[in-house]
Each structure stands twice: as structure tokens, then as C-alpha cells.
């Protein structure tokens, strides 16, 4: 994972995402399928969905690669009177950074974040992490991009996102390259606007893009059952369409 694409784009972040409509919508699925009790979400970035599981009632913590985005995560969890644990740990070493704190009761992955995991071992080393922290019979949630669609139809561009505040404007450009080694890069482009005019910035990093049935058979192997897979998680979840969906989410339990 590009770190510095992470570190850099942690200030932006909360303007990037639309938290109060993205929780709005993802919230309601998240409380139906977690077990109610100790929450990881690991890949956390700006930890707002932890600090939504902790104003329900979990007792959550979060985790990320980028030491920016754990600053600001904690940053956000002091400004909404929360108090959980944030660390910066990435994939295949979680159960380290947590140990005094093991087992979780569901640890979510969401937000696109398997897929900067370029080698298959690489991925199967991060579900096995996954497992470590999870009691038996604990809840997994992953969300992905719908790489399946992606491929299948070119897609280089992803929707733009825009903030105001005040006669500032920020603008937010996604798009993929396609690389002939099967990987994609993913770039995005920020352009801001003062009173002086227009400045941007460009910012890459590499993604391997995982199609369901790999994502499916890799937990398998990690050693969860595979519950129910979705294309989104408005309306509590809609099914997985690998022609049409926006997301591949998986629901997996640990054996």
C-alpha cells in the first residue's frame, strides 16, 4: 500500500467522504449483521465507522496503516466525546498490535481496502490475521469495489465527490489505469479552488482487483464460512449482481 497517498489525503479525507449519508446508509447494515459486543474495523482511515459502532453501544477500536489517518481518527474520536483505541497496524499484523485486547467479536474491512493487497499470498496473510483476532463463531464484514463489473466493462472513472465550505471548493477526480500485469492504478486528482484560482494535486497507488469467487474462496481457505454476499448495503443489502452491483460485500463467519 502507498502509505504517502494515505498520509497525504488524510486531511482531505472527512471532506472526500459524505459521512453523514455514507453512515446513514451503511449503519443500519452494519448493526444488523455484527454481533453485539467488541468491533475491529481494520483500514479504519478517519475511524468514523468505529466511532458510530461506539456511540451504539460496541465497544470498538480501529486500525490503520497510515499514521495521518490514525491521527485524525483520534482527532474525531475526541470531538465526539467517544473514547476507543486507535492504532496504527496494517494487515497481517493486527492480532499483534491487539493482543491484549483479543478476540473481537466482528471485525469489519471496508471502503476498498483488501485490493492494495498485490499478491494472493499477501491476501491470504491478511484473512489468516483477520481470523486471529476473531473468537469462533465471530463476524467478518468485507466491502470491496465490484471488480467483477469493473473489468468486465473497462470502467476508468468513478463518480466525482465535491465539498464547500465557505468560497472554498474542493473536487475530487477518481480513475483507474489498467496495467498489463493485471494490476490497476488508482488515481485521484484534487482540485481546490481560493480566491487566488484553481490549485490541484495527483496522487497514485497500485490495486490488485479482486473478483468475488476469489474473495469467496480465499476466506474459505482462512478458515471462515461464507454467510451471504451483497452488491450494497442501502436498504440493508441488496443482492451481489457481478454484472451490475457497485460493491462486493461479503458476510463471513469464523469456524
Not at 466525482?160 to 490497476?184: C, H, M, N, S, V
Not at 488508482?186 to 482540485?191: A, K, Y
Not at 451483497?230 to 454484472?243: C, I, N, R, T, V
Request: glycine share 8%; net charge neutral; proline share 5%.
Amino acid at each position: 500500500m502507498n502509505n504517502r497517498m494515505y498520509d497525504d489525503l488524510s486531511e482531505d479525507y472527512d471532506r472526500f467522504v459524505n459521512w453523514e449519508q455514507r453512515l446513514k446508509m451503511e449503519l443500519p447494515f452494519l448493526l444488523r449483521h455484527l454481533p453485539h459486543g467488541r468491533v475491529l474495523d481494520a483500514a479504519c482511515a478517519t475511524g468514523w465507522h468505529a466511532i458510530a459502532l461506539a456511540q451504539q453501544g460496541f465497544q470498538t477500536a480501529g486500525a490503520d496503516l497510515s499514521p495521518q489517518m490514525i491521527a485524525v481518527a483520534r482527532r474525531n474520536a475526541q470531538a465526539a466525546g467517544v473514547a476507543l483505541p486507535f492504532e496504527v497496524a496494517g494487515f497481517g499484523d493486527l492480532a499483534r498490535a491487539f493482543a491484549a485486547s483479543l478476540p473481537f467479536d466482528g471485525l469489519i474491512c471496508l471502503g476498498n481496502s483488501l485490493p492494495h493487497l498485490l499478491t494472493p499470498q499477501d491476501l491470504a496473510r491478511a484473512l489468516e490475521d483477520f481470523a486471529a483476532c476473531l473468537r469462533p463463531g465471530g463476524t467478518l464484514i468485507l466491502q470491496n469495489r465490484n471488480f467483477d463489473a469493473v473489468l468486465a466493462r473497462g470502467e476508468r472513472w468513478m463518480e466525482p465527490q465535491a465539498f464547500r465550505k465557505g468560497r472554498k471548493t474542493w473536487l475530487y477526480l477518481r480513475f483507474y489505469d489498467f496495467l498489463p500485469e493485471g494490476l490497476i492504478r488508482f488515481n485521484m486528482v484534487r482540485l481546490t479552488r481560493e480566491r487566488t484560482g484553481w490549485t490541484q494535486r495527483v496522487t497514485s497507488t497500485v490495486l490488485r482487483p479482486l473478483r468475488m469467487a476469489e474473495v469467496v474462496e480465499a476466506l474459505r481457505e482462512a478458515g471462515f464460512e461464507v454467510l451471504e454476499t451483497y452488491g450494497s448495503m442501502e436498504a440493508g443489502g441488496a443482492p451481489f449482481d457481478a454484472q451490475t452491483s457497485g460493491n462486493s460485500i461479503v458476510v463471513a463467519r469464523k469456524a
